[in-house]
């Protein structure tokens, strides 16, 4: 048997994290056993110097933007460096208020002095609060003293009550023979852009309105920095963000409620909606004031009375708080896991249609000491089970994952399960998305499950960390949005030709997915097709659950990616 190489995936994952931690420019450390400087990585050494050229040419932009007056170009081109255009052509065709503009094609000629080039594409993003980023994700040696990077720029303003838009890609040649000069840029040529230009807003934040005196509260105001120094240790505080957020009419006064999962040591909000609009806490008087760590929480009517009730994933118990039909809760019924690795976040489905509502938990890892390390870091089946908790009525649920076949590659790193009815049959299925590995596509056959994610082109094996459904191209069957990671330097270094050059194709091909970022699988009468790069959905940055919406009520399916995680140095990586 062919032993496997783990040096690859934890460089790869190493370079992911550490893309939001350090200084920009940072030298490499040599203390780090995952540093690039031992073994020679050319495009991570590159890197820093190249980006620090393109931050200057940003700060040339933002200011051009802002003034309407390019003055002279930093000192970063060679002296005969060329462009093509880096405006789009075409005409603005209109998607609701926005207007867009969008060149799929690359550019052809790079003949313009970069002045030239670079004048007119500022021009298309002038305004106020100008931003302009660079970021390079791909890397190639041309030749000795040169070096191809794809480049993906993204610049906004403000334009009055409005917004402007541009996102690009850009080959950017650069000239490295330059002594103890950083390198310098030769040519730009335009991969494919687009433009969007709004008048008014699309959105505008009302917490304070809505909140009132709650947001001066601190529990509000505060992060998990704050909070890690202040809260007892053995309380085991949670700086991953994990905590979930639940809507619904809690008290009957036909006005959505919201549940707040606050984490280890402060308490949940029940915010109750007031006549006038704003929020009211009530959570102590209701008993659910919770302390635990809470993270997925869903308000659903579970015993059909009704009235909706609350659930919550406390440590590995599933906590249903039964509602007696003003927003008061009484009863407690407790599901607990088998062990102790706590449930992440829950879905509720009448899977065996049966007439109510039963419960499905997710766990991500085990508690004890070194048995949550994911092995191996792209294929990890060494986590905690998932279970489903049959409603079998009177407030019983019984849990029947094994019965019902759900215990099929059921030992993933699991972050979220979401339903629909994919193949059409009557009955829900299950989507099952899983950090470090192949996602779960449970078909529902009647009651009984059967994992079909391999057979239908939908296991995107990387960091599935959401899922959406919805009709997407509006041919009447679910598609599937998986959100991952996208990591600009994971690309960079994995998409290498010399990057694990002794696994085999399939294997390597799994570890650079971790990179690769979010995956739209368009429906095809039961199979799946990738159309996330055709669509332009790919890159979400550090995605986590999205959710399919028509905000704009053109009847077409939208998508919110939120994304982030750790803020560092660099703001803008993840």
């Not at 879905?347 to 007439?355: I, K, N, W």
């Not at 499905?360 to 998932?386: I, K, M």
């Not at 097709?529 to 028509?550: E, Y």
Request: hydrophobic share 40%.
């Amino acid at each position: 048997m062919r032993r496997t190489s783990y040096i690859g995936p934890v460089v790869l994952c190493a370079l992911m994290v550490a893309a939001c931690t350090g200084e920009p420019g940072d030298p490499p450390s040599a203390a780090s056993p995952t540093d690039p400087v031992h073994d020679d990585w050319r495009a991570e050494l590159f890197e820093p110097p190249a980006r620090r050229q393109l931050q200057r040419l940003g700060a040339w932009a933002e200011t051009a933007a802002a003034s309407g007056a390019p003055g002279p170009l930093p000192s970063i081109f060679t002296p005969d460096a060329r462009s093509s255009s880096l405006v789009i052509e075409g005409d603005t065709f209109l998607h609701g208020s926005t207007r867009v503009l969008f060149d799929p094609k690359p550019a052809e000629q790079c003949t313009l002095e970069p002045l030239d080039a670079l004048t007119p594409w500022v021009t298309t993003f002038r305004g106020d609060r100008v931003r302009v980023g660079f970021k390079i994700v791909s890397f190639a040696a041309a030749a000795a003293d040169r070096v191809m990077t794809t480049v993906r720029v993204e610049a906004s303003a403000r334009r009055g009550r409005g917004v402007r838009s541009h996102v690009a890609q850009w080959d950017v040649e650069w000239l490295t023979d330059t002594g103890d000069s950083p390198p310098r840029i030769d040519r730009i040529r335009r991969l494919h852009a687009e433009s969007l230009a709004v008048d008014g807003t699309f959105f505008a934040d009302r917490s304070a309105a809505v909140l009132g005196e709650l947001a001066e509260d601190p529990t509000l105001c505060w992060g998990a920095e704050y909070w890690n120094g202040r809260i007892d240790a053995l309380g085991e505080p949670n700086l991953m963000g994990h905590q979930g957020i639940a809507v619904g009419d809690l008290n009957g006064d036909g006005l959505d409620d919201l549940y707040v999962a606050m984490g280890t040591g402060l308490p949940n909000k029940l915010l109750i909606r007031q006549p006038d609009g704003t929020v009211r806490d009530t959570a102590n008087a209701a008993g659910v004031a919770w302390l635990d760590d809470t993270k997925g929480v869903l308000i659903i009517d579970t015993d059909n009375d009704g009235d909706k009730d609350l659930l919550a994933a406390i440590g590995n118990t599933i906590v249903l708080a039964k509602n007696d039909g003003t927003g008061r809760f009484e009863r407690i019924v407790q599901m607990k896991a088998p062990t102790s690795a706590p449930f992440y976040s829950l879905s509720a489905v009448d899977f065996d249609l049966d007439g109510d509502l039963d419960i499905y938990g997710v766990r991500y890892v085990e508690q004890s000491y070194g048995v949550s390390v994911p092995l191996p870091f792209h294929d990890a089946n060494n986590g905690p089970s998932n279970h489903l908790m049959r409603n079998d009525g009177d407030d019983r649920f019984v849990d029947v994952t094994a019965a019902v076949g759900l215990d099929q590659n059921n030992r993933r790193f699991s972050l979220i399960g979401a339903w629909a009815d994919y193949d059409r049959d009557g009955d829900p299925d299950l989507y099952v998305a899983n950090d470090f590995g192949r996602n779960n596509l449970y078909r529902n056959d009647g009651g009984t499950f059967t994992d079909v994610a391999a057979e239908t082109g939908t296991e995107d094996q990387a960091a599935g960390m959401g899922v959406a459904w919805a009709d997407y191209d509006a041919d009447g069957d679910f598609d599937l949005y998986v959100t991952n990671m996208y990591s600009a330097a994971g690309k960079r270094v994995a998409y290498q030709p010399r990057f694990q050059q002794g696994l085999a194709p399939d294997e390597r091909s799994a570890i650079q997915r971790h990179a690769l970022g979010n995956t739209l699988f368009v429906n095809d009468d039961g199979h799946f097709r990738d159309r996330s790069d055709h669509a332009g959905v790919r890159m979400g940055r550090w995605g986590w659950g999205s959710i399919f919406l028509d905000w704009d009520n053109d009847a077409q399916e939208d998508l919110l990616v939120p994304n982030g995680f750790l803020t560092g140095a660099l703001e803008d990586d993840l």
